[in-house]
């Protein structure tokens, strides 16, 4: 195993009940009410998916200029609500830590916007201490999850080989892009309606909370 990549909402902070929200308030606006199949449908992409998606399951019609006002609504809310404390999930800092000291690699790739991520390692209790060697946001490659860009361009960044990296996702579109990219993954579902099976290379758990580092050098070698 070279490194370790992460993904960061509904994996490593408990953010995805803030984005419910701001989803929530703009589903009515749109004059319709949020569910767990919209959210499951577009959990893990990036706003320029996702906003589309949104506005079609409203039977809105996607044009630029609604989705820069949907995607302008989402962002400004996420902000605010991102001042406030944020929650790290159960087993994160203490798998980040076992993996420092044993000198493994470790990268941050988000679907979210940089101002987010910058946002989120400011005020998550615990995360901001986490020394990741990068960390790269949904507006810094040219395409977002599902599509591998994200974790090869971690990995490329790292000078480490995608097949001996694990990806830590929670969602399909985040294990898509880790699995396309030839990386191994560990899944951990955080928000119903996502599914995710078991296969070579893939391991689901309920959550990181006694995942070690051996177990995922194990997932690497499959």
């Known amino acids: 195993m070279q490194a370790v990549l992460w993904d960061m909402d509904g994996l490593m902070i408990d953010s995805e009940p803030l984005w419910t929200i701001a989803e929530a308030e703009l589903a ?37 200029v609604r989705v820069a006002q949907a ?10 609500l991102y001042a406030g404390a944020l929650p790290v999930l ?82 399909a579109a985040g294990v898509a892009s880790g699995e396309a990219a030839g990386c191994a993954v560990v899944a951990v579902p955080s928000v119903a309606g996502v599914v995710l099976g078991e296969r070579a290379r893939r391991l689901v758990v309920p959550s990181l909370v006694g995942v070690g580092v051996g177990q995922l050098s194990g997932v690497v070698r499959g």
């Open 28 to 64: 009515a606006s749109l004059g319709g009410v949020w569910g767990e199949a919209i959210k499951a449908a577009v959990l893990g992409t990036r706003l320029d998916v996702a906003v589309p998606a949104i506005l079609r399951w409203f039977d809105v019609e996607p044009t630029p």
């Open 71 to 80: 995607s302008e609504l989402l962002m400004t809310r996420m902000v605010e």
């Open 90 to 171: 159960p087993g994160v800092t203490e798998l980040l830590g076992a993996l420092r000291a044993e000198g493994v690699p470790v990268a941050l790739v988000s679907s979210s916007y940089r101002v987010l991520v910058d946002a989120a390692l400011t005020h998550a209790p615990r995360l901001g201490w986490a020394p990741f060697d990068i960390t790269l946001s949904g507006d810094e490659v040219g395409h977002g999850k599902p599509h591998p860009e994200p974790y090869l361009s971690a990995a490329a960044r790292l000078g480490v080989d995608p097949a001996r990296c694990v990806v830590l996702e929670d969602s």
